[in-house]
Nanobody, 122 residues
Framework: VQLQASGGGLVQAGGSLRLSCEAS????????MGWFRQAPGKAREFVAA????????YSADSVKGQFTISRDNAKNTVYLQINSLKPEDTAVYYC????????????????WGQGTQVTVSS
């Protein structure tokens, strides 16, 4: 499966963004999906994940209440809604697909998108 992330940009603190990740190729509904982020000089960090069928979600404690993951299997797309953006949310955001059940370890995802930059100004 090929993944294409979009929706990043430059926003002021307190603003919102919705990131999208569109999949092509093998059936999107075959994968659990995750979002990760990586700030300059820092390790890749798990943000949120969603199951392939019933839409069960799992989020990092640090983003609960601020980030919401969702998916539309008919559109082959997973979304990440980010509200109340803070400068510390500045990072490249990546979507990823996993044939197994979703996990928080980025090492266990099989396919990756190219990333979309989110920059939050104070």
């Amino acid at each position: 499966v090929q993944l294409q992330a979009s929706g990043g940009g430059l926003v002021q603190a307190g603003g919102s963004l919705r990131l999208s990740c569109e999949a092509s190729g093998r059936a999107f509904g075959s994968y659990d999906m995750g979002w990760f982020r990586q700030a300059p000089g820092k390790a890749r960090e798990f943000v949120a994940a969603i199951s392939r069928s019933f839409g069960s979600t799992y989020s990092a404690d640090s983003v609960k209440g601020q980030f919401t993951i969702s998916r539309d299997n008919a559109k082959n797309t997973v979304y990440l809604q980010i509200n109340s953006l803070k400068p510390e949310d500045t990072a490249v955001y990546y979507c990823a697909a996993r044939t197994g059940r979703y996990v928080s370890s980025w090492l266990q995802y099989d396919y990756w998108g190219q990333g979309t930059q989110v920059t939050v100004s104070s």
